[in-house]
T-cell receptor
Framework: GQQLNQSPQSMFIQEGEDVSMNCTSS?????WLWYKQDPGEGPVLLIA?????ELTSNGRLTAQFGITRKDSFLNISASIPSDVGIYFCAGLRDTGNQFYFGTGTSLTVIP | NAGVTQTPKFRILKIGQSMTLQCTQDMNHNYMYWYRQDPGMGLKLIYYSVGAGITDKGEVPNGYNVSRSTTEDFPLRLELAAPSQTSVYFC???????????FGQGTRLTVV
């Protein structure tokens, strides 16, 4: 199956720091999505990207759709304790109906 | 709106038993999905459906069956449970024209 690689695998940061994570694929996607999953919960959609080069913000979160369409980036500014969780990227091709999920980045924010 | 509702939340099965994981959504979404998530891993697609009466295999369909008789419901059936099916199962739905999928809260299944 399609593999989306996320890095880093895990992060431990101080409250107030900025966070960057990325997602890469060997294939092109036409939609990139970023999800957050809290323990014991289902993933919740944070940001959706539909166009190469697109930069979209949602509060302290900013995501970018890579120019090559094979990658995407998520930044979180001024992290707070409730940012703790696992962040997943997901890609969707126009020709298919399947979302392919990344391997996840686990974020821990130290107060 | 309740969104995507999954039942049960937890279940322990013995090897060889069968069960159905229920998923229903009240958003009138055409597309519905079943994923499994193993510890520390991402989500793997089991089956999906683009509308009532239509189902397709995902990446890891073996050992599972689905049906889609209505727009709202998309049950996942395990016929002969195996320890390898111990996982957390998520159902999701979305509209065809975009936005990401909305997920249920998951069913934690253990096969012993």
């Amino acid at each position: 199956g399609q593999q989306l690689n996320q890095s880093p695998q895990s992060m431990f940061i101080q409250e107030g720091e900025d966070v960057s994570m990325n997602c890469t694929s060997s294939s092109i996607f036409n939609t990139w999505l970023w999800y957050k999953q809290d323990p014991g919960e289902g993933p919740v959609l944070l940001i959706a990207l539909y166009k190469a080069g697109e930069l979209t913000s949602n509060g302290r979160l900013t995501a970018q759709f890579g120019i090559t369409r094979k990658d995407s980036f998520l930044n979180i500014s001024a992290s707070i304790p409730s940012d703790v969780g696992i962040y997943f990227c997901a890609g969707l091709r126009d020709t298919g109906n399947q979302f392919y999920f990344g391997t996840g980045t686990s974020l821990t924010v130290i107060p | 709106n309740a969104g995507v509702t999954q039942t049960p939340k937890f279940r322990i099965l013995k090897i060889g038993q069968s069960m159905t994981l229920q998923c229903t959504q009240d958003m009138n979404h055409n597309y519905m999905y079943w994923y499994r998530q193993d510890p520390g891993m991402g989500l793997k697609l089991i089956y999906y459906s683009v509308g009532a009466g239509i189902t397709d295999k995902g990446e890891v369909p073996n050992g599972y069956n689905v049906s889609r008789s209505t727009t709202e419901d998309f049950p996942l059936r395990l016929e002969l449970a195996a320890p390898s099916q111990t996982s957390v199962y998520f159902c999701a739905s979305r509209l065809p024209q975009g936005l990401g999928a909305f997920f249920g809260q998951g069913t934690r299944l253990t096969v012993v």
